[in-house]
């Protein structure tokens, strides 16, 4: 594991452990590393609507314009878009600036490749090491060679004209409801919605800088399942802080996560005769009951570790199209390199739109068995799921749940968390042994007060 940067970017919580000057050298460097081999390196950045975001997109920008390469600012938009606009505009690299669905006060820097992925382990040891290091180990600019800061706010609004162009069908006396999270969403969501002529309706749009994902979004779907009901609404999709997750609700109120929508979008893709290599990638924290219902549609599936990071490599590796995560990462390689939530809210609705079913019919094929995840919060990681008596407990566990269930414990990719999940055939015997877990690292010591 990376000092600095986890599965999903440098995160930490705004000026404590992600500072301004985090911020500025990681632009620095890039701006200097990129524009080492170019008469002028162009970097792009987004960010979402935490407070801040703001602080950290003018450090970002400060030390990529001082190491001499122009900084793009597309301001509050999406991290998908991100990578859109790096690949189709012919950027160096990409920079979004977000903590996803962690609260407000957190943030994160997340780099995009000029291919549209994220960043490559090799160069983000390099970006590690220049933090740690004299910062002035790489030269500044001067004169007419330091960089520019331009508005690129036109790259997001092609961003929305490309979801726009995907869609097939007119969504015409549709209504659909939209959880915007109070994040990246509530900048392109609903106008992507409007011209493609459904009836919008739209919550937690109104972002405060404090209010992102608090309570809302696809973390807290609650909200948005009440509204479809009381509204009546055909469909609804909630996003995370920077819309690259999606979750959708449907029209009596149940929640559809990510293994639904792979299913979903999965099947119809197959009967299409789209689905590349009839093969769907899903990671380890996919529900059995997902598994069951793609072995009765004869639909083949790999098995990744968590992070959509690791669903595209696999992705990209074998030429699959369709990969995806529980939490609502779903990636469609024909069109993006990333999750990308209002994406995939489009193609669901694509699904429902081309079978002419509803969303409940067309995920109830699908058993999904309990599942039980808890979180601790621990003084490491490494440590505690490396412990002997912490790994029998998991042992035990799965020889007594064997093939009616099972267990997976693993460490969080940006937090120090440790997660126990267990899914079996009844509640009750998932929080038996999720809790039997969790008994052993607290009296070992692992655990500490969040």
Known sequence: MSKYFGTDGF?????????????????RFLGWYYGRDCEKCRIV???????????FEYALAAGITASGADAYLLHVTTTPSVAYITKTDGFNCGIM??????????????????????LEDAVIEKI?????????????ATGEKIGRTVDYSAGRNRYVGFLISLSTRSFKNIKVGIDCSNGSASAIAKNVFDALGAQTFVINNTPDGTNINNGCGSTHPQQLQKFVVDNSLDIGFAYDGDADRCFAVDENGRLIDGDLILYVCGKYLKEKGQLDKNTVVTTIMSNIGLYKAFDSEG?????????????YENMSANGYKLGGEESGHIIFGKYASTGDGILTSLMIMEAVLGQKSTLAKLAEPVKIYPQLLKNVRVTDKNVTMEDADV????????????????????????????????EAESDEVCEKYVNSVIEVIKNKGYAVSS
């Open 45 to 55: 950045i987004g960010k979402d609507t935490r407070r801040s975001s703001y602080m």
């Open 391 to 422: 790994l029998e407990s998991v042992k035990k566990a799965e020889q007594e749940l064997g093939s009616n269930g099972r267990i997976l414990v693993r460490g969080s990719g940006t937090e120090p968390l440790v997660r126990v999940m267990v």
């Open 97 to 118: 600036i977000s903590a996803s669905h962690n609260p407000y006060y957190d943030n994160g820097i997340k780099v995009i490749n000029e291919k549209g992925e994220k």
């Open 128 to 140: 590690e090491e220049y933090i740690d290091s004299d910062p002035d180990s790489i030269p500044l």
């Open 11 to 27: 995160r930490g919580e705004a000026n404590k452990n992600l500072t301004v000057d985090h911020a500025f050298r990681v632009g």
């Open 299 to 311: 639909i083949s599936y790999e098995k990744t570790a968590v992070g959509d990071k690791y669903v």
